[in-house]
């Protein structure tokens, strides 16, 4: 079961606030759960998957102001909240008594919080150059700041240093 909810609300015209929630899950990857050694094309190493992976589970809530203004031009604002349950995370297993190879594991949990701007506006090219007719230039933008922790379970940390670190993946800023 995979809930869903959002309110909106025009509080003056062409101005919106925005709220929603969510659940959501992510499932393994074939490669994330195969027992056979395959070739990471992008590292030129071998990574084992880990058939024990469990499906990660996610609780979304976001909150964003919403302005439209005239020809279709717009600027939202908005903050999000992301509770991760079973994150999949990349790690090392030793495979011998001298190697190591890359395969996941699930960690215990994961946050996520950040802000996030966007931006779109038109410029109608026809004041400047009349030849083009109605085209327009447009820019469009979009920024994110994204913090997030990841909690590994002791018993799964192996060659990992710290139990508490930064999601994999995840940048600071988008």
Same mark, same amino acid.
Do not use: C
């Given at each position: 079961?995979?809930p869903?909810?959002?309110v $909106?609300?025009e509080f003056? @015209?062409n101005?919106? +606030?925005?709220?929603?929630?969510s659940k $959501?899950?992510? !499932? @393994?990857?074939l490669?994330?759960?195969?027992?056979? #050694?395959?070739?990471? #094309?992008?590292?030129?190493?071998?990574? =084992? &998957?880990? @058939?024990f992976?469990?499906v990660?589970?996610?609780t979304?809530?976001?909150?964003?102001?919403?302005w439209?203004?005239?020809? /279709?031009?717009?600027?939202?604002? /908005?903050g +999000?909240?992301?509770? %991760?349950?079973?994150?999949?995370?990349?790690?090392?297993? +030793?495979?011998g008594?001298?190697?190591?190879?890359?395969?996941? *594991?699930?960690?215990?949990?994961?946050?996520? +919080? /950040? %802000?996030?701007?966007?931006?779109?506006f /038109? *410029? #109608?090219?026809?004041?400047?150059i009349?030849a083009?007719g109605?085209?327009?230039f447009f820019?469009? &933008?979009? &920024?994110?700041? *994204?913090?997030?922790d990841? $909690? %590994?379970? @002791?018993?799964? *940390?192996g %060659?990992?240093t710290?139990?508490?670190? !930064?999601?994999q &993946?995840?940048? =600071?800023?988008?």
């Amino acid at each position: 079961f995979l809930p869903a909810a959002t309110v $909106t609300w025009e509080f003056l @015209p062409n101005h919106q +606030f925005r709220a929603a929630f969510s659940k $959501t899950i992510n !499932r @393994p990857s074939l490669r994330e759960l195969t027992t056979s #050694p395959f070739l990471d #094309p992008d590292r030129a190493e071998f990574v =084992e &998957g880990n @058939p024990f992976l469990k499906v990660a589970e996610l609780t979304n809530y976001d909150a964003r102001w919403e302005w439209y203004m005239d020809n /279709g031009d717009y600027f939202s604002l /908005g903050g +999000f909240y992301k509770e %991760i349950q079973n994150p999949i995370e990349q790690t090392f297993k +030793f495979v011998g008594a001298d190697e190591q190879r890359r395969t996941f *594991i699930n960690a215990q949990k994961a946050d996520l +919080f /950040g %802000i996030e701007a966007e931006v779109e506006f /038109g *410029i #109608p090219l026809s004041d400047w150059i009349p030849a083009l007719g109605t085209r327009d230039f447009f820019v469009r &933008g979009n &920024g994110a700041y *994204i913090n997030s922790d990841v $909690t %590994i379970n @002791p018993s799964d *940390i192996g %060659i990992l240093t710290d139990t508490t670190r !930064r999601l994999q &993946g995840q940048s =600071e800023w988008l």
